[in-house]
């Protein structure tokens, strides 16, 4: 157990992005639910702890989650919690490991501190800002990661024109994870997101060195009134300017 008051933001983070994913775990386990029913059951269930649990540990601070009716007093704040209590439901209903919760921390805009739980993955695994691993060893060929069900265009052009691979994975913040984990080397999305989809998976990503941006290259700016944030990159370094070549020559 960790005490809300001597924790710091990450250390918080990591902890309730835990919680959650043993709570999600555990309401799968039941056997009560099934398909969309059971993301429905774990999206309300884990919602509730989630909110429940930041309010009561930083009471001054915003809070903006999916699954929560936004109260748009957030934006006059400068610390904003940006939580997804199931990143993935499809998956997550569908008894995959390729689902996640978030929970980050926006400071002034910025994805500063955060943590991704995998709870799915065998023996489960949070990614966090403040125990940042060095980067695995890229494949020769880069993999890109693309939704299972609609990949982006700009991404199946962007992976031909550098001889690429496609990696078809579920949640946006599994994809993510992936990139930081080695298991590929660019998440280019173009097909709609928001900002509890990003916001947590963006700061693990860039406290692992990764390059995180829009994909023209602007930065990636949250806390805003209308949390639509329909695209985004996090890739190694090295392929980041290559990348945004490619996706402006689309034009």
């Known amino acids: 157990m960790i005490d809300p008051n001597s924790a710091t933001d990450a250390e918080l983070a990591a902890h309730l992005a ?3 994913g ?5 309401v799968r386990a039941s056997g009560m639910f099934e398909g969309k029913a059971l993301g429905k059951a774990g999206d309300a269930t884990a919602n509730e702890f ?3 649990a930041l ?23 400068s610390r904003v919690w940006i939580v997804d209590p199931v990143d993935g439901t499809r998956e997550y209903g569908e008894q995959r490991s390729d689902w996640a919760v978030h929970v980050g921390l926006a400071i002034d805009g910025v994805a500063t501190t955060g943590a991704v739980a995998l709870p799915g993955l065998d023996g489960g695994m949070v990614l966090r800002t403040d125990r940042a691993d060095t980067l695995p060893v890229p494949a020769p060929v880069p993999r890109f990661l693309v939704s299972r069900t609609r990949p982006a265009e700009e991404a199946e052009a962007v992976c031909k024109a550098m001889g690429g691979e496609l990696v ?8 993510a994870m992936a990139v930081v984990r080695g298991e590929a ?23 692992h060195g990764l390059h995180c941006s829009r994909i023209d290259g602007s930065p990636i700016r949250y806390n805003m009134a209308d949390p639509y944030l329909p695209d985004l990159l996090i890739c190694r370094p090295e392929y980041a300017a290559r990348v945004l070549e490619l996706v402006a020559s689309l034009d």
Do not use: F, N
Request: charged share 30%.
């Open 168 to 175: 078809p994975m579920g949640s946006a913040g599994a994809k």
């Open 185 to 207: 080397e660019i998440y280019l999305h173009s097909g709609g997101q928001y900002e509890w989809d990003s916001c947590a998976p963006v700061a693990v990503a860039a406290a």
């Open 22 to 26: 043993r709570i999600l775990l555990d």
């Open 18 to 20: 835990e919680v959650a």
């Open 55 to 77: 309010r009561a540990a930083r009471p001054d601070d915003g809070l903006l989650s999916e699954e929560e009716k936004d109260d748009t007093a957030r934006c006059s704040m």
């Open 50 to 52: 989630l909110c429940h």
